[in-house]
């Protein structure tokens, strides 16, 4: 499926917003400018977070079939960086500003067959390509994975929609997903598209390489939310510009770079191009890498991170890292 | 929006197969071309697959085809080196250890079929090999034939226009097919939601050069007057196939005996490259004397001496209207072939939301 990602903003009217579960609602837009969305894509909303402009990219769940009405859905948890607030704070008749669908994680129709896997609020980048492989009649499993069934989204819909082909992994039910067992089942004309927290992420890659499965059929998207660790305050110094910041829970280091000052190059502020990296000259800490840029390798090796995703954490005091710019 | 008559630049459906190249032109090597406005690079798996991705790379849109294919399935940016597989995934970054999770070029949907390569550069959930348009008689048992590739400079629908009507034969092709019964003679035109047929037959007349080598092929020292038929059979959007041939006359095939003569289908199937641009892929296939390969070479030199002259006007016409935009075409009775082309075309357009809807009719008081 092409891949599109000419940006191109628009207005949004919000025509409802309901709870799906406590932590995630749904939200239904209506563009101004619709076109017909293909499954993979996301849109980029403008949202102000304390005083700023900033923006924030939600994967499509569903849209009607001419693009008219396409709905979002946002899940507020302690981590999050102020986004969701304001988009749950959103009701009906309020208007937003948003991109016409962008696709970065397109989905190729015509692989032998599919599995689609999702963690927690990840089933919202993978729900649109499941309905569009069932209408094709592909051969795909749709594993859901999620702590508790009160906070999993869409579970009834999905069941109604994809019968035996929805595979459900609940904790607190018992029934965790085994990603090793997953990937171990796997043939080697399978796709698997996956979105969800990093550590499902690193471990599914893992598992992936270690089955020698093809690279190129391990397909994901990353919103570059998600890390190993809590975030937490740390302070960035960067000795050759007399620079030094603090980086709260809710910002990136990249930010916080931006608003001391710094020139920052970057590209995709999500980990995945590496144009952020930063050299670490000297951590008091432990560099929590969020990115998909850099191998296990080098993450292993501490001397480089990407700042747009990546933070430093330790037990107790405030981390500090010293770094130097490109 | 503009009515079929004065649409003279017609956009295309991109919800359809289009041959992109001959099964011959399909290996490994890499071929560039358009289909439908999208530049492709197209080349052939080692396992045979034909396969056709966007000719462009991810990273700064370098065209593929100018690349290198590596290993089984894959093809490499002749600029970075980016690679990818046949699914259009990155397979390796070079500069990197890992592959960015976006890296990807779309793989366009392709079918092989009749000796063509097909391919969807529409939505690619509607693409059902099933839809492929019918050429059977390419490559069926009791057929045989070749054909060519014509690189025309116009709209696609000028050579459409120009093969629903056969009129034109009189006066463009008067050396080889043309004759004067063919514009005095009667024609019957019928149509459903996908297929256009235009029926012409004329009978006991004068063989012209072309049909009377042909009957003396086939039956040695063949004189006389002779049934000529010409069945056009047009499947949206853009594949015709024209039923042609002809009979010593009163031996019956108006009624369908065709035993006494010779039957061949001139196949046809025009890929829009661009608005004023097309790939006109065609073929003379026969159904007799089908040991001759001198025969095959005959018909294909002939044919392709006729549609030189065809290629010529076509140019001419596509010049002719846009030295003119603001003359518009008229019709006459002999474009009904032509027209419910147009029409079923448009519908299609519409569907996709490439042309405004109808105003609806004005109701006479
Ligand atoms: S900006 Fe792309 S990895 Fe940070
Ligand atoms: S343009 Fe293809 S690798 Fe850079
Ligand atoms: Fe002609």
Redesign the pocket.
């Given at each position: 499926m092409a891949a599109s990602n000419s940006e191109v903003w628009q207005r949004g009217r919000i025509v409802e917003s309901r709870a799906l579960t406590p932590r995630i609602r749904r939200i239904v837009i209506e563009p101004s400018l619709p076109v017909k969305v293909v499954p993979g894509a996301h849109v980029d909303v403008r949202i102000r977070v304390a005083g700023e402009d900033d923006r924030r990219s939600y994967s499509i769940v569903d849209a009607t079939a001419d693009g008219r009405r396409i709905a979002l859905s946002v899940l507020d948890s302690p981590r999050s960086r102020g986004g969701a607030a304001v988009m749950h704070g959103l009701r009906e008749g309020d208007e937003i500003e948003l991109t016409q669908p962008l696709v970065d994680f397109p989905l190729r129709i015509g692989a032998r067959r599919y599995v689609l896997l999702a963690g927690g609020i990840g089933i919202t980048a993978v729900s649109a390509m499941a309905v569009t492989l069932a209408a094709v009649r592909s051969d795909y499993t749709l594993v859901y994975v999620g702590r508790s069934r009160s906070e999993m989204a869409y579970v009834g819909e999905l069941q109604a929609l994809h019968g035996d082909r929805l595979v459900l992994h609940v904790g607190d039910e018992g029934t965790p997903l085994d990603v090793r067992a997953l990937v171990g089942a796997i043939e080697d004309d399978t796709e698997l598209y996956l979105c969800g927290p990093i550590r499902l992420m690193d471990a599914v890659r893992r598992a992936w390489v270690d089955a020698g499965l093809d690279a190129p059929n391990l397909r994901f998207e990353t919103f570059?939310n998600s890390g190993w660790f809590d975030p937490q305050e740390f302070v960035v110094r960067v000795p050759a510009l007399g620079l030094e910041a603090t980086v709260g829970p809710n910002t990136s280091m990249?930010e916080a770079l931006e608003a001391a000052g710094a020139d920052m190059m970057?590209?995709?502020?999500?980990?995945?191009?590496?144009?952020?990296?930063v050299l670490v000259l000297d951590l008091d800490g432990a560099i929590d890498h969020r990115?998909v840029?850099y191998s296990e390798r080098e993450k292993n090796a501490t001397g480089k991170m990407?700042?747009?995703?990546s933070r430093v954490v330790t037990q107790g005091a405030t981390p500090v890292v010293t770094i130097q710019t490109t | 929006m503009k009515d079929s008559t004065v649409n003279k630049v017609l956009d295309y459906p991109r919800n359809a197969w289009y041959v992109a190249a001959w099964d011959h032109e399909v290996n490994r090597n890499i071929l560039s071309r358009t289909v439908a406005g999208r530049p492709l690079a197209i080349y052939r798996t080692e396992d045979g697959q034909p396969v056709a991705l966007a000719d462009a790379c991810w990273h700064r849109l370098a065209p593929l085809s100018m690349g290198k294919l590596v290993g089984r399935d894959g093809i490499q940016c002749p600029y970075h080196g980016i690679r990818y597989n046949s699914a259009g995934r990155c397979i390796s970054m070079p500069a990197q250890e890992t592959i960015n999770p976006s890296a990807t070029v779309p793989s366009f949907p392709v079918v092989e079929r009749f000796r063509f390569v097909w391919v969807w550069v529409g939505d690619p959930t509607l693409a059902e090999p099933s839809l492929v348009p019918d050429m059977s008689q390419m490559d069926a048992a009791g057929w045989t034939g070749d054909g060519l590739t014509i690189e025309v400079a116009c709209n696609y629908q000028l050579v459409l226009d120009n093969l629903m009507d056969l009129t034109h034969e009189e006066f463009l092709h008067g050396s080889s097919i043309g004759q004067e019964e063919l514009s005095e003679s009667d024609f019957v035109t019928s149509h459903t939601d996908t297929t256009v047929t235009v029926e012409r037959w004329m009978l006991d007349i004068a063989p012209p050069p072309f049909w009377l080598k042909n009957m003396r092929d086939r039956f040695p020292g063949f004189e006389g007057n002779v049934d000529r038929w010409q069945i056009i059979h047009f499947e949206a959007p853009s594949t015709i196939c024209i039923d042609v041939g002809v009979a010593k006359a009163g031996t019956g095939a108006p009624q369908g005996d065709r035993s006494q003569g010779v039957n061949g289908y001139v196949m046809n199937t025009i890929t829009p490259e661009r608005d004023r641009s097309c790939h006109y892929f065609w073929s003379f296939q026969r159904n007799y004397r089908l040991e001759s390969q001198l025969i095959t070479t005959q018909l294909r030199d002939g044919v392709s001496r006729v549609f030189k002259e065809d290629e010529d006007m076509l140019i001419a016409q596509q010049a002719a209207i846009d030295a003119n935009p603001d003359y518009e075409f008229y019709s006459l009775n002999i474009d009904s072939g032509g027209m419910w082309v147009r029409r079923l075309i448009e519908r299609r357009l519409e569907a996709e939301g490439l042309l405004p809807a109808a105003p609806v009719a004005a109701i006479a008081s």
């Open positions: 570059g990249l970057y590209d995709c502020r999500k980990g995945e191009c590496g144009l952020c990296e990115d840029f990407c700042c747009c995703v | -």
